[in-house]
């Protein structure tokens, strides 16, 4: 095993990167060396890479750095938490995997088998463990419905009661969850509390899988009224007393911490990004505004595969030499046979442009697919679910991104080829690029998320690698803005500018919703808005900006088969007037009725259109001015009609000629003239290698970054 990840994905020269490197081998070897073409098929220019000489190269001391997956909320110890006389355990929890191992609840208990724990059996029935004592419930919780629990303790007498009770609403008939008996006191635990988790083990474990929301801690053992009515008034505001803590976990739901709202300050930080602003017990459906509801949204969802930060040790840094040129770079790693990259990007130093084109390298939709494929327990990203079913809204740097390599990954064309996606892809732009001396600066989501246009004012024209699909509000402003002062933009990928996607404070976590659209899960009910910015969540398109509007096109079809497999690409057919001062400009060298694309790339097959593909559509937003130049037609039934344009089921839904399964080829000029050049198609890249660089894609793209990066 030999694998790691840097601490960011983009860098500057003069800046150090950090490499996080695990081994079982004692010793591995690293050495930086500059991308230019990650694939390795023959039938193309094969690896290009040039080493770069670096203090950095050489050989460092190997150790195995395991992941520990798991969310939790952690409350530093406190004197007033260790609960050495009465006390009551109140939360409301929604178990999602109740019957998979131990789960505690709520606890603040070490090694040495001090302090208290509130959990689920491996059984699904409530405990509660004072020491090396414990009583459980009779009969497990049911899955996935709103309980409420208490557990009350009278430390003069040692009676010990676990009370529990389905929400009001609930219909279900369960069984009694509850349980009475007595427990010695047990002497107070210094460890932190843990909601969700145990540190019995030592560091967090024994996980709750599941929503939870109010937990809070009582100083005597509540009577069954006072219990009853606290549960049916619902009111966080008016808590019994003595209260010890009460957490609101709907306060702070765009970071890690957790407030106590009891009045000692006994505040907690999130452990591994547990799914915030949720939908809670109170939730009734009225609202799906989180900030209109605080109630409503008062739960956290927690998981034992969440993981956002492997915190693993520094095992290199690389200081980026001050001349280094912009560009797409990789650690290479060795150790006992085995070899793995750790590709970072270089982007020119702040505002300092060194060529008129830049390549916005999608590292938004890199995080977002990060280990798609990968079933490497914790290792998850925008594509997966956790172990309870639900999908994963987060995707996070600091782990490994298994997907960001600069060969081809584990998908497969209908041939039974593995094909390249994301940086394998953009890696062919980066090639051709260099093979038509094309000077380009590197830049990358984060960086324009960051620095909004300033990033982009000072290239002629930008172009966008081959599946630009997250992108987040300030990336779009951007665009408009640039676009608005004469930019000009070659989007030259499909299914872009897709998704609403945020952006931790601290960069290294994405976040996506999926209330519509086309998606690998669906969010549940309400639970729509970002944690993270509080802000709708799912398309662009439904917040009122399809890329229509940007770019001319937005996704229409893909060609993915339920086994993972992706259908056969087509070529283009011209479309457009070529008398027109555009189109004769753009399809210039191009032979009047030749196909675009119609030949063998390193892609999916023969075609340059494939995989995701967009189409015009001026409904969605194509400017009335916008000219197709050339559509691809003629699909295989692999390439289906996106949800997001599905209105009903029927007879005619799987018919083969959908019109609207096609991808165009699209450009418009601004009012400030620029120039906006769109291909929709995900396959793009593939073909500018074909034929020594000397084809109908390469020839058209040529064209286009010609035009837009002419003298004013
Ligand atoms: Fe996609």
Same mark, same amino acid.
């Given at each position: ?22 081994? /079982? ?18 039938? =193309? ?34 004197? /007033?938490?260790?609960? @050495? ?27 040495? !088998? ?26 497990? +919780? ?58 019995? =083990? ?6 709750? &899988? ?39 976990? &709907? ?53 034992? /595969? ?23 770079? @990789? ?9 793995? /990259? ?7 130093? &702040? ?28 290792? $998850? ?27 081809? =990954? ?84 499909? $299914?872009?500018?897709?998704?609403? @996607?945020?952006?931790? !404070? *601290? ?16 969010? &549940? ?25 940007? +770019? ?6 893909? =060609? ?16 457009? *007037? ?65 949800? *997001?344009?599905?209105?009903?089921? $029927?007879?005619?839904? @799987? ?58």
């Amino acid at each position: 095993m030999l694998t790691g990840y840097t601490d960011r994905l983009s860098v500057r020269p003069g800046e150090t990167l950090s490499f996080m490197v695990s081994t /079982d081998a004692p010793v591995f070897k690293a050495e930086i060396v500059r991308l230019l073409h990650g694939d390795a098929d023959p039938r =193309g220019p094969g690896r290009r890479e040039v080493p770069i000489e670096s203090p950095a190269n050489g050989e460092y001391p190997g150790m195995e750095q395991p992941l520990f997956p798991g969310s939790c909320v952690v409350v530093p110890d406190h004197a /007033d938490l260790r609960l @050495t006389d009465d006390f009551t355990l109140f939360a409301w929890i929604y178990p999602t995997r109740p019957g998979h191992g131990e789960q505690v609840i709520l606890s603040k208990e070490g090694e040495d !088998e001090t302090g208290y724990a509130l959990g689920l059996t491996d059984t699904g029935r409530l405990f509660l463990r004072l020491g090396p004592s414990r009583i459980e419930g009779e009969e497990p +919780v049911a899955e996935r419905r709103w309980h409420w629990i208490a557990a009350r303790y009278d430390a003069a007498s040692g009676s010990a009661r676990l009370s529990a009770g389905l929400h009001p609403r609930d219909l279900s008939i369960a069984g009694e969850p509850g349980a009475a008996g007595h427990l010695p006191r047990a002497a107070g635990s210094d460890t932190a509390l843990l909601i969700a988790a145990s540190m019995a =083990g030592g560091r967090p474990g024994l996980f709750f &899988n599941g929503k939870i929301a109010d937990p809070c801690i009582f100083g005597k053992c509540l009577g069954d009224a006072e219990l009853a009515g606290f549960v049916s008034a619902a009111d966080f505001s008016a808590l019994p007393q003595p209260l010890i803590a009460a957490w609101d976990f &709907n306060v702070g739901s765009d970071g890690t911490e957790v407030r106590d709202i009891g009045g000692r300050g006994l505040h907690g930080t999130t452990h591994q990004s547990p799914v915030r602003l949720m939908t809670g017990p109170h939730w009734s459906g009225e609202n799906d505004d989180p900030m209109a509801d605080p109630r409503g949204y008062s739960a956290i969802h927690f998981h034992e /595969d969440s993981l956002s930060d492997a915190n693993w040790s520094e095992s290199f840094a690389f200081a980026v030499p001050s001349d280094l040129p912009s560009g797409v770079y @990789t650690a290479r790693l060795k150790a006992g046979g085995e070899t793995d /990259d750790l590709p970072f990007l270089v982007c020119p130093r &702040n505002g300092q442009a060194t060529a008129p084109l830049a390549l916005l390298v999608p590292t938004f939709t890199y995080v977002a697919y990060g280990n798609e494929m990968w079933r490497d327990y914790g290792l $998850n990203c925008a594509y997966d679910r956790y172990v309870d079913g639900a999908g994963v809204p987060f995707a996070s740097l600091r782990h490994p991104i298994k997907t960001f390599r600069p060969g081809r =990954g584990l998908l497969k064309s209908v041939a039974g080829e593995h094909f390249g996606r994301h940086l394998c892809a953009d890696l062919y732009a980066v090639d051709w690029l260099d093979a038509i001396d094309q000077p380009v600066d590197i830049i990358t989501d984060h960086d324009l998320h960051r620095e909004g246009e300033a990033l982009l004012k000072p290239y002629k024209a930008v172009m966008t690698g081959s599946h630009p699909e997250y992108v987040s509000g300030r990336m779009l402003d951007a665009f408009e803005t640039y676009l608005g002062a004469g930019g000009s933009l070659a989007y030259l990928g499909g $299914n872009g500018f897709y998704s609403v @996607t945020s952006l931790s !404070e *601290d960069g290294n976590t994405i976040e996506v919703r999926r209330p519509n659209g086309t998606r690998p899960w669906i969010s &549940n009910p309400g639970e729509a808005r970002h944690a993270l910015t509080g802000e709708i969540g799912g398309l662009w398109r439904s917040r009122g900006r399809a890329p229509q509007r940007l +770019v001319g096109v937005g996704f229409t079809a893909q =060609g993915w088969t339920s086994h993972d497999v992706c259908g056969l690409p087509r070529p283009y057919r011209q479309v457009a *007037d070529r008398k027109h001062p555009l189109a004769a400009a753009l399809l210039a060298n191009i032979v009047e009725d030749e196909m675009i694309g119609d030949f063998q790339t390193l892609g999916l097959g023969v075609g340059a259109a494939g995989d995701e593909v967009d189409r015009a559509d001026p409904v969605l937003g194509t400017p009335a001015h916008a000219l197709v130049l050339a559509t691809a037609t003629g699909f295989s039934a692999d390439y289906q009609l996106v949800i *997001d344009e599905r209105r009903d089921i $029927n007879e005619a839904s @799987t018919l083969p000629d959908n019109p609207l399964v096609r991808s165009d080829i699209v450009c418009f000029e601004t009012a400030q003239g620029g120039l906006v050049f769109s291909v929709g198609s995900m396959q793009w890249f593939s073909a500018l290698s074909h034929n020594g660089y000397d084809n109908t894609v390469a020839t058209m793209t040529r064209n286009v970054l010609k035009r837009m990066l002419r003298a004013a």
